[in-house]
């Protein structure tokens, strides 16, 4: 069974960082992207960052908005995938999945992810 496990979401005043996490196991490709997603209210889901397992570059969506304030990066040896948060906005509230698709081109968001996690809350207060 495939797991995508976030943690490290919570509430967080602005100006301040979250780390999140994203345990990833059996997804049954050999070389994947993992993604981080965000979602506001009544909003669609937003691709935030991506990289592929089997390298160290991140891939944003839409960096000019984020303006280098979150990085992607992981742990291959524990199959984890991070998401660096810093100079949280009120803006930035939203809930924060990961997700794995099979392949390489990680930087094209036109592909649809297969596997999801559950989804994790950030808030950020004002």
């Known amino acids: 069974q495939v797991h995508l496990v976030e943690s490290g979401g919570g509430s967080v005043q602005a100006g301040g960082s979250l780390r999140l996490s994203c345990a990833h196991s059996?997804?049954?490709?050999?070389?994947?992207?993992v993604a981080w997603f965000r979602q506001f209210p009544g909003k669609a889901r937003e691709g935030i960052a991506s990289?592929?397992?089997?390298?160290?570059?991140?891939?944003?969506a839409d960096f000019d908005s984020q303006k280098g304030r979150f990085s992607i990066s992981q742990d291959s040896a524990q199959n984890t995938v991070y998401l660096q948060m810093d100079s949280l906005k009120a803006e930035d509230t939203a809930v924060y999945s990961c997700?794995?698709?099979?392949?390489?081109?990680?930087?094209?968001?036109?592909?649809?992810?297969?596997?999801w996690g559950t989804g994790i809350q950030v808030t950020v207060t004002s």
């Open positions: 059996n997804v049954p490709f050999t070389r994947y992207c």
């Open positions: 997700a794995a698709r099979g392949g390489f081109a990680c930087d094209e968001w036109r592909h649809a992810y297969t596997y």
């Open positions: 990289i592929h397992t089997e390298g160290s570059r991140g891939y944003y």
